[in-house]
């Protein structure tokens, strides 16, 4: 049980190329989420999906885009990367909110630099 | 804008009970308490969450005041290894949105 995977871990780019973030999870959950998280601040919600087929924009989705075309995996892409973008990415996972709610499984991180 | 309050460091010596306040004066009725860690750069880890009631876990206890406005997170025997950022945060479930804000800083030292 590997739970919440990331590939890759570490990445650097140049302005203006493009490339996926991959995360995929085992635990059957429904809820999927991308954040990403600069130097000294907290997370922040990228995008978000509640299942297979939808997604939704989070707090800064700019730049960014995504699928869940299956209900185990999340994409991230950045289409035309910029030194902006140069930050830490989680990935998350979670069963959706019942009667006890249900805490949110994070990967390890991708670290992306944009030169 | 933050909805909960948390100082930005705290220190605790080894061995110790380490207590992590929170204030979130405007929660909603239907918003979970939760409490998360990260250690160094690695990914955020949960810890416990609760609604109303106290909770206890393997990892910590989680003291919600009655009127909710305030939270503690207790760590009862803190180690080195519990050094690490902690987020306190609200959420409703909805659609399990979690907003992180910049944490307390817990440093456990010898």
């Known amino acids: 049980n590997a739970g919440v995977t990331q590939t890759p871990k570490f990445r650097v780019l140049k302005t203006g190329q493009s490339m996926t973030l991959l995360c995929a999870q085992d635990?059957?959950?429904?809820?999927m989420y991308w954040y990403r998280q600069d130097p000294g601040m907290g997370l922040r919600l990228i995008h978000y999906?509640?299942?297979?087929?939808?997604?939704a924009k989070g707090e800064v989705p700019d730049g960014y885009n995504v699928s869940r075309l299956k209900k185990q995996n999340f994409l991230l892409g950045l289409e035309s990367a910029a030194p902006s973008q140069t930050s830490v990415y989680f990935c998350?996972?979670?069963?959706?909110?019942?009667?006890?709610?249900?805490?949110?499984?994070f990967g390890d991180g991708t670290r992306l630099s944009i030169l | 804008d933050a909805k909960t309050t948390q100082p930005p460091s705290m220190d605790c010596a080894e061995g110790r009970a380490a207590n992590l306040p929170c204030n979130h004066s405007?929660?909603?009725?239907?918003?979970?308490v939760y409490w998360y860690r990260q250690i160094h750069s690695q990914g955020p880890q949960y810890i416990i969450h609760?609604?109303?009631n106290n909770e206890t876990n393997e990892m910590a206890s989680l003291i919600i005041t009655e009127d909710r406005k305030s939270s503690t997170l207790i760590l009862p025997h803190a180690t080195l290894r519990d050094t690490a950022v902690y987020y306190c945060?609200?959420?409703?479930?909805?659609?399990?949105?979690?907003?992180f804000g910049t944490g307390t800083r817990l440093q456990v030292t010898l």
């Open positions: 998350a996972s979670s069963y959706p909110g019942r009667r006890s709610n249900q805490p949110q499984h």
């Open positions: 635990m059957n959950h429904e809820y």
């Open positions: 999906s509640v299942g297979e087929g939808t997604t």
């Open positions: 405007t929660i909603s009725g239907n918003e979970y």
């Open positions: 609760g609604l109303k």
């Open positions: 945060i609200l959420n409703t479930g909805t659609a399990s949105k979690l907003t």
